[in-house]
């Protein structure tokens, strides 16, 4: 024990962010008609856990993971008119593959089973260190993304629709036939659902990634984000404490009126949302505020909210630098109007039915309770990074006044 603690112990600690960071009417996007076999199917069976497994990471949402559920059974070759595999898709924690009907339209698979063996030094592979860390995988809740689209509506973020179905072994799967069969997935539409689909007029562009839009805000005086529209949906990041919030976990779409371009943010991958590491030795360690305070898990009030935003503390400085302390107190009260405790329950509600008594009436209570101290965490963080202010400018020539 003193050579693991001494040897492999500060590395598993760091390890616990890295594989989270590689990293997933009801709006929730429903099985084509042609799609009638379902699987019951788990999550993760693995993550069970023994006695040691438990002591090391805790139970978290351990019986979320290794209860199976009943899904759909994907038929590729009549869901949605037909479906081809055109490439494999971004992520390092999980499997994706990119598909597209005869239309054009596009969906991404995302396996709900997260695969963290490049977020481990080859050294460690096989050892106890990397167990640990496939274990802390427990620690997310495998299907939140699930429960996104009623909060998001309700607080005007943008989404990407996901269903939870299965791949079977599909000779259409091709040369991914081998990663891909047999694999419960997450099927997420690629296209932008919510308030940008209300707004008369306008040109809607293909989504860019973060890299691309930095690229564009440097070179092209026309082209704007829209900061109350991205304060909201890191006010939704921080309500679900989804931690895993730096610039790759976003995608951007653009509305053209005009010769202005105007991009809003529509957040990925929110395989974090409700994370939650209850218990285990490991665990002391890793939420410390001098380890890995982002890791300090889903609750009522954030210990401290600066430190939980670390990761994202750039990303905030960049894109919400233009907005005043009374820009930041109304979009808040305006969220927390929003959060009604109809909206909570409906979209938890959303869940798996084999898994609703697990921890379900836990993270509903938790948020109805969290908007009590919201607020104030949020105006805490807002000064917080007000302090050091990022003055973004473009390759242009440009007169800053300060």
Request: with cysteine.
């Amino acid at each position: 024990m003193n050579t693991f603690l001494s040897k492999a112990l500060p590395v598993t600690m760091l390890l616990f962010v890295a594989y989270s960071c590689f990293a997933q009417k009801d709006s929730t996007s429903k099985a084509d008609p042609g799609t009638t076999t379902t699987k019951k199917v788990a999550a993760n069976s693995s993550l069970k856990g023994n006695g040691s497994a438990i002591f090391f990471t805790g139970k978290n949402y351990r019986k979320e993971w290794v209860t199976p559920i009943e899904v759909p059974v994907l038929n590729l070759s009549t869901a949605y008119g037909g479906l081809k595999p055109t490439k494999l898709g971004g992520g390092k924690q999980t499997k994706s593959l990119r598909v597209e009907n005869a239309e054009g339209k596009e969906w991404a698979l995302r396996s709900v089973e997260k695969f963290p063996e490049k977020a481990v030094p080859a050294e460690l592979r096989g050892t106890v260190a990397a167990k640990i860390v496939a274990g802390g995988i427990s620690g997310s809740y495998p299907y939140a993304i699930v429960s996104m689209p009623p909060l998001s509506r309700a607080a005007k973020v943008l989404y990407l629709k996901d269903s939870i179905v299965y791949i079977t072994d599909d000779p259409i799967l091709g040369e991914y036939r081998g990663k891909f069969k047999n694999t419960l997935v997450l099927m997420e539409e690629r296209q932008a659902s919510g308030f940008i689909n209300d707004i008369d007029g306008g040109k809607k562009d293909k989504m860019i990634s973060t890299e691309e839009l930095v690229y564009k805000l440097a070179n092209d005086k026309n082209t704007r984000v829209d900061p109350i529209a991205i304060l909201r949906a890191r006010l939704l990041d921080n309500f679900v404490m989804d931690f895993d919030r730096h610039q790759g976990q976003w995608d951007w779409v653009a509305l053209s009126t005009g010769d202005v371009t105007t991009y809003y943010p529509v957040p990925i991958d929110r395989d974090q949302a409700f994370y939650r590491l209850s218990g285990g030795f490991i665990t002391k360690f890793v939420k410390g505020k001098n380890a890995l305070p982002q890791l300090e898990g889903f609750k009522e009030k954030a210990k401290d909210i600066s430190r939980f935003n670390k990761p994202e503390q750039s990303f905030d400085r960049f894109f919400l630098n233009g907005l005043s302390e009374e820009d930041w107190s109304k979009t808040i009260d305006e969220f927390l109007s929003a959060m009604t405790d109809d909206v909570i329950e409906t979209a938890l509600r959303l869940q798996p039915k084999e898994i609703q008594d697990y921890s379900v009436e836990k993270i509903i209570t938790t948020l109805k309770n969290k908007r009590k101290y919201f607020k104030e965490d949020m105006m805490k963080y807002y000064r917080f990074i007000s302090k050091t202010v990022t003055i973004v400018g473009t390759n242009r020539r440009e007169l800053v006044t300060i």
